[in-house]
């Protein structure tokens, strides 16, 4: 029995360094091998046209910000069209939209879900290429010029831009939290791109060829990461232009930001189950080993294996089967009793930075796991509420 849970320690601590550290050396290190082209903003003369796709559902606190956003961003307005679904709003969403003549309005009634939305809105689109972002997202000035001049390469079917968490209010822990693990899954994108492709993209800014787009479930919770890992399995890659940038907030609360990670984790477990291709050797051997290393790992493999090495711990320390395991205790106990420090501030509203690290580890964990059950039971809904936002404001000579 101490062997076996020797084994399960080192294999679950294996599985975690790789997960968090060791993919993202590994994938840094091949893709500094690969030669990368500098990509230049196409001259006004060689720019497409393209149909921007902004999805709002109850967001009157913020459309009219996003709109005069849109609108001021540097591309000539002859070729772009601004289409606004407020399908299902209550709060007065679609008054706001119609005081833009610049703007078109989708508006239903009857509130059917984002990626609904999208099917209903791509019949609409005759531009060959799209943009969709969130409405709670602004976009610096130069967005759109920098991810259309990714498509001058024909093996590049979408094009991920950057989102930004932070901003002046970084009293709430989640929003901390947040925000680290964007610049962490920036430079996973950064360097996912350069070895192949970026492995799903988020919808705060993700650009793609309309020719390309397939038509998403009703039900389907990620329709972002779907929509472009489906683009992938049609065999084009995800592009990742790092200085087209969506700022966004942190969530204003903890119940706010465990709502999102548990959709998302839910998200996450359906689209693994839908995106049959990505999982294929034969398909993409280097697509495979990406969607394994960068979703699947995190996804499916993380969580237990945090479970299981913290109760191999235990019972070798118990045992004293030797001071290496020992140690290990030490570290882990030290690093769950910071996290329930940060549980408590983030509930008290106490700014405690040395802790939101190990805090957000976890909470990130437990979202996964409540996730999963909620994927496994039909419980998670792709109608989602979505979770109040600190506003952002985005200054023009952020657009350079």
């Given amino acids: ?3 076996f849970c020797q084994l399960i320690f080192w294999i679950s601590f294996l599985i975690l360094v790789y997960t968090y550290l060791g993919y993202g050396l590994l994938v840094f290190f091949l893709a500094k091998r690969k030669k990368q082209l500098p990509v230049a903003v196409l001259p006004e003369e060689e ?3 393209l149909t921007v796709l902004i999805p709002a559902y109850n967001e009157a606190g913020c459309i009219g910000a996003k709109i005069r956003n849109t609108l001021e961003l540097k591309y000539p307005r002859t070729l772009f069209r601004v289409l606004v679904i407020t399908d299902g709003s209550t709060d007065g969403t679609e008054q706001i939209v119609k005081a833009f003549p610049q703007v078109e309005l989708l508006h239903g009634q009857e509130r059917l879900g984002k990626a609904m939305a999208l099917n209903r809105a791509m019949e609409m689109v005759e531009t060959p290429i799209v943009i969709v972002t969130d ?3 602004l ?4 967005a759109l010029r920098l991810l259309v001049s990714g498509f001058a390469d024909p093996s590049i079917g979408a094009i991920s831009g950057e989102k930004q968490v932070g901003g002046e209010n970084q009293d709430e822990l989640s929003a901390e939290g947040e925000g680290l693990y964007w610049k962490y899954e920036s430079f996973l994108k950064k360097n996912d791109a350069r070895l192949y492709s970026v492995v799903g993209a988020a919808g705060e800014l993700l650009a793609f060829r309309a020719a390309l787009f397939q038509p998403l479930e009703p039900d389907t919770i990620l329709d972002d990461f779907v929509l472009s890992m489906r683009i992938c399995e049609q065999g084009y890659r995800i592009g990742y232009e790092p200085a087209a940038k969506a700022f966004e907030k942190g969530s204003l609360s903890l119940r706010d930001e465990e709502k999102r990670k548990i959709r998302i984790a839910a998200g996450g477990f359906q689209a ?3 995106l049959q291709k990505s999982w294929s050797w034969r398909f993409n051997p280097l697509l495979f080993f990406q969607f394994i290393s960068h979703r699947v790992s995190r ?3 993380a969580a237990p294996a945090l479970l299981l090495l913290g109760v191999s711990t235990l019972y070798l320390v118990v045992k004293g089967s030797g001071s290496i395991y020992q140690l290990a205790g030490i570290i882990q106990l030290l690093f769950y009793s910071l996290a329930v420090l940060g549980w408590l501030g983030a509930r008290t509203n106490t700014k405690l930075p040395f802790v939101y690290i190990p805090y957000y580890f976890v909470f990130m964990h437990w979202s996964i796991v ?3 059950f909620r ?3 039909g419980g998670q809904d792709a109608k989602w509420e979505k979770s109040d936002r600190i506003r952002v404001s985005v200054k023009n000579d952020q657009g350079q």
């Fill in 272 to 274: 693994l189950k839908r």
């Fill in 139 to 142: 976009l610096n000035q130069n």
């Fill in 370 to 372: 409540l996730g999963l």
């Fill in 47 to 49: 720019l497409p046209a």
């Fill in 375 to 377: 994927f496994l039971t």
């Fill in 299 to 301: 996804w499916v493999f």
């Fill in 135 to 137: 409405a709670n997202a």
């Fill in 1 to 3: 029995m101490e062997i």
